[in-house]
């Protein structure tokens, strides 16, 4: 979408996590292993996924030029005033 690409995109964590109460936590660990590996890395970011990965990105012209910025996670009130931020912006 070469007619919106900013220098910026909005970017979220994701996160992986190991109950202590797993019922098979070396098949957890494994899978977590894999999951953080440059293989599985790759196959992300074939998917258009920007990776934490160096070297690694989605097969798009100038991924690597391009900045992530971690979107920020609101509560009520934050979300209720961001809400009229935008719509000031946006709907004029």
Known sequence: MDWVRLGKMLSIG???ALSNRAQHPNGGKAFIDFFLGDESMRILAKMGEFVNRKGIRPP???????????????DQK?????TQEYQKLFFK
Do not use: M, R, S, T
């Open 14 to 16: 994701q996160y992986l």
């Open 60 to 74: 798009l012209a100038d991924a690597d030029k391009i900045q992530a910025v971690e979107a920020e996670d609101f």
């Open 78 to 82: 934050g979300f209720a005033d961001k």
